[in-house]
């Protein structure tokens, strides 16, 4: 019974091609933007994740605070040094590295071809604590770091500039009014969440960049790679006793340093990529309840177009139900034939977008069988009154209908 009257649902279908495609246009296109928006959010939010974990997975960055311009302060500022490096070296323990590190933006120059990359003073822990390998040569001796030798490691960037697909190896570039050999090549980050090419940069031990570069001992970061399963939180409130302690701050002033916790700053641009995707997939969600007013608008004139049919049908011993059952699943079947032409329009329009934004494609399948589920209840919601409407007709007044 059930298969018969879906054959004579799609049979009314084709009869009025033009006019079915016409009305399941609106489930087309809502179910279509639905499918593309959420799809479109979720590859953003993978994006951001990716992007927060090329800087380094559980990674705390300590850096010390100035005063707003024209702001009252409680703090005296002051630059981080060895002693608070010392500080937090003997203090933490459940860390995979600590390193510090100070940067500047130089021009990098290498026979006639230059650029102005950002240098990085480190020490050897900084390739562990920001999970950056290197693909060719290596990293720095701790010989090197101590004595402040004239090397460095590359990014991509600065390489194929100079180098195009050579090994740059042993190879001398001019940082700033300094000569320094390439000895590695740094695996390639591509562009962070905050629009900055990771690749132009130029690593050096950090006490050639201090000596050679920055002409001081200050140190401009500290980074924290905490182990994992270990609560950044906890970390985060040590590293702040310890720094208030080495940095002789008193109970009554602010801390005169600050502790970014790289796992909030992902949760806090996640949850507001979430919270957008939402309300934009609820704003194309307005376009179903458009569509299921069409459907219901075109069942409604289907049933005065058939009304010597339903009386014929009832004539010959039809229930109500018969009349209800067949007009509801016209209703549905239209409206899931929208919804899955939605779909595929939804995904190919978010494949399109994912491609041109450089964001992965992310599609969800509890999404996509909820946009069926959707547009199904819609055709029967709005599908149902129209089929009452039909079935509760008078056999004689829809006989002698015209």
């Not at 130089?106 to 390998?133: E, H, K, M, P």
């Not at 460095?152 to 001398?172: I, K, M, N, S, Y």
């Not at 032409?341 to 399109?352: C, E, F, N, Q």
């Amino acid at each position: 019974m059930l298969f018969e009257t879906i054959r004579l649902a799609l049979r009314s279908v084709r009869r009025n091609a033009l006019r079915s495609f016409l009305t399941l246009l609106g489930i087309v296109i809502g179910v279509a933007a639905v499918i593309a928006m959420i799809t479109i959010g979720s590859g953003t939010t993978e994006k951001v994740k990716q992007d927060i974990a090329k800087l380094g997975s559980n990674l705390l960055t300590v850096y010390s605070l100035r005063p707003m311009r024209g702001g009252d302060t409680n703090f005296t500022p002051r630059a981080l040094n060895e002693r608070d490096m010392e500080g937090l070296l003997d203090g933490l323990g459940d860390v995979r590295a600590i390193s510090a590190t100070s940067q500047q933006t130089s021009r990098v120059v290498y026979g006639a071809n230059n650029l102005a990359a950002q240098v990085t003073g480190a020490d050897t822990d900084f390739f562990i604590a920001r999970d950056w390998d290197v693909v060719s040569g290596r990293t720095f001796t701790e010989s090197e770091v101590r004595g402040g030798g004239n090397v460095c490691l590359v990014g991509q960037t600065v390489r194929t500039t100079f180098f195009g697909d050579g090994d740059p190896a042993d190879a001398a570039i001019r940082v700033g009014r300094m000569s320094c050999r390439i000895i590695g090549v740094l695996e390639p980050k591509g562009t962070s969440g905050f629009g900055q090419d990771q690749d132009n940069v130029v690593v050096m031990p950090i006490s050639t960049f201090q000596r050679r570069i920055a002409g001081d001992r200050d140190i401009g970061q500290i980074l924290i790679a905490v182990n994992d399963g270990v609560s950044t939180a906890e970390v985060t409130e040590e590293v702040k006793a310890i720094l208030r302690q080495t940095r002789r701050i008193a109970p009554d002033q602010e801390d005169n340093f600050d502790v970014r916790d790289m796992t909030q700053v992902a949760d806090a641009m996640t949850s507001t990529t979430t919270v957008m995707t939402g309300m934009l997939g609820a704003l194309a969600g307005v376009s179903l309840l458009v569509g299921g007013i069409g459907i219901m608008n075109i069942m409604l004139v289907s049933v005065t177009e058939r009304t010597r049919e339903i009386g014929i049908r009832l004539a010959i011993g039809a229930h109500e139900k018969h009349i209800l059952v067949q007009f509801l699943v016209e209703a549905t079947v239209l409206s899931l034939l929208g919804g899955l032409i939605g779909i595929v329009l939804g995904l190919s329009l978010a494949g399109l977008a994912t491609a041109t934004l450089s964001i992965p494609f992310v599609p969800s399948m509890s999404v996509i069988l909820l946009a069926v589920g959707f547009s199904g209840l819609i055709g029967m919601v709005f599908g149902f009154f129209p089929a009452l409407r039909g079935a509760r007709l008078d056999p004689i007044d829809a006989l002698r209908h015209e």
